[in-house]
């Protein structure tokens, strides 16, 4: 993985238009580098053909045909200043790397150590920041995707962690995916990752070069319910976005997943029927402690069958009455939406329509409902046609949903200062004024009418898209995994 950082960072083609490229680890495990156009979307890993090339296939998980191969240009002490796009037929472009502070660091609260990475703008500070969450799973810094370098390239220091328990972070961890463990802990979901998460919002707030009211957060899945939390726990976050994360109760998830990827993976009616059927047994099961020998019996008779694709979560793992009863009480049950009424930070929600692990609809419309209730005045929810759960379109996978990374940033220019000298070259300009100077009072409630203004949701129900063959195998055990994920 250190031998892939010299790439790293944000590149800029001229004017607005800035390219990233990620360190990214894939579900396999395999580290690569990742290639972003914030202009067009397109989002692809690189594969490498030379010790300083690296080629681009036709979507995300094809390799070939090849269609674009990036040259980087390497200065004396081997760090890339530049890098050169040679597309198939077409002609050479050069994009030079733009300045950054990437550093190591460690943040302590407690017995936990959470080891991470803090890319800063070179510019003089302070910077306004945001802090990016994990889906579920056991997920590190390289997680991420596209978005730890799209955040720095708007003029945002980007704080990223290894999760509690992973790569070079201390501790255990405790999320929607950790299913039936054999120590069942006293601690609650998901309140271990919201005490991680303020760890980082104080951490952020002592470094110098850092706007200490002006840090807010971004999550994918579990990570954006989780931003949610963390504002509804602290009035300091700036701002929240949660991309594609649950609003209700993670049981009611976990029955919609159930049912949308049998589906996906093209099961019959009466498979996918049935897939929910025993669904809700063992839940029912989990959250009354009744007719557990019943269920055995169900489930032998299922993976009996040669059907164990019917048993959704951890359903196949559980051992023990005691175990389904503490999955219930200290994970399924939880639900983010009564906190909501404690946020008055400006959210903005968005979502997939072709999401097969979030209710898009229903989550969009939950979350918007209750932070309203609870007088939130700055609530933007959206729903991108033919996306999925990583906003990236679908079925083609080729990368970001049309204008993802356009929405996200003329919604934070809206509401973030930004330093003069990464906002004005910006072609966006937010509510009629010039980005990189702070909106007065008229200029803010424009905006908050405004985004009172954008709840769209594109059709009245799911329909979930076809997927390629390794979204369709995706285990349904867990909530989300990484950028990744359909």
């Known amino acids: 993985m250190a031998a892939l950082r010299p790439y790293t960072g944000v590149y800029r083609l001229g004017g607005d238009h800035r390219l990233g490229i990620d360190r990214f680890i894939s579900d396999n495990g395999d580290s690569t580098l990742l290639f972003c156009d914030y202009a067009t ?19 995300f998980a094809v390799r070939s045909p090849v269609e674009l191969v990036v040259e980087f240009q390497m200065d004396g002490q081997g760090d890339a200043q530049g890098l050169t796009m040679r597309p198939t037929g077409g002609a050479a472009t050069f994009a030079a790397k733009q300045p950054s502070r990437d550093e190591e660091v460690v943040l302590r609260h407690g017995d936990i150590t959470l080891a991470g990475t803090l890319i800063a703008p070179a510019t003089p500070g302070p910077h306004p920041a945001i802090v990016l969450l994990h889906g579920s799973g056991p997920l590190t810094r390289h997680s991420f995707g596209p978005w730890p370098r799209f955040f720095n390239s708007l003029g945002l220091a980007v704080l990223v962690f290894d999760k509690r328990g992973t790569g070079a972070s201390t501790g255990v961890r405790l999320d929607a995916s950790t299913g039936a463990p054999a120590t069942l802990s006293p601690r609650y ?14 951490f952020l707030q002592g470094r110098p070069a ?9 999550g994918s899945s579990e990570g954006g319910m989780l931003a949610t939390q963390v504002a509804a726990r602290s009035k300091d976050v700036a701002f929240a976005i949660d991309s594609s994360g649950f609003m209700g109760p993670l049981w009611e998830t976990l029955l919609y997943q159930a049912g949308a990827l049998a589906r996906g993976r093209g099961a019959p009616d009466v498979d996918v029927a049935e897939t929910m059927a025993f669904t809700r047994m063992w839940m029912e099961v989990a959250r009354t402690g009744k ?18 694709s019917l048993l959704s979560y951890e359903s196949g793992n559980f051992t023990s009455l005691e175990q389904m009863r503490w999955v219930w009480t200290h994970i399924l049950d939880f639900s983010p939406l009564p906190a909501l009424g404690r946020v008055k ?30 007088g939130n005045r700055d609530v ?25 990374f356009d ?23 937010a509510s009629q004024t010039r980005p990189g100077r702070d909106l007065g009072r008229e200029d803010r409630r424009e905006a908050v009418r405004t985004s009172l203004t954008e709840f769209q949701v594109f059709g009245a129900a799911l329909r979930l898209k076809s997927f390629t ?3 369709r195998t995706r285990t349904p055990a867990r909530i989300s995994r990484s950028f990744n994920d359909p």
């Open 41 to 59: 979307g397109l989002v692809r890993p690189l594969f490498r053909i030379s010790p300083t090339e690296f080629a681009m296939g036709p979507s």
């Open 189 to 202: 979901y998901p309140d271990d990752l919201a005490d991680d998460a303020l760890a980082a919002l104080r």
């Open 210 to 218: 850092i706007e200490r009211k002006q840090i807010g957060f971004w």
């Open 291 to 308: 007719g557990y020998e019943q269920f055995l019996t169900r489930r032998q008779a299922i993976i009996a069958s040669g059907r164990s």
């Open 345 to 374: 930070a400006p959210v903005l929600g968005v979502w997939g329509e072709a999401d097969p692990l979030t209710d898009a609809p229903k989550a969009a419309s939950a979350m918007r409902e209750a932070l309203s209730k609870g």
């Open 380 to 404: 933007t929810v959206k729903i991108f046609p033919s996306a999925g759960h990583s906003l990236m379109e679908t079925p083609s996978r080729k990368g970001m949903a049309p204008g993802v």
């Open 407 to 429: 929405y996200l940033r003329q919604w934070l220019f809206a509401r973030v200062r930004l330093s003069p000298v990464i906002a004005d070259d910006m072609t966006w300009r």
């Open 469 to 471: 063959t390794s979204d």
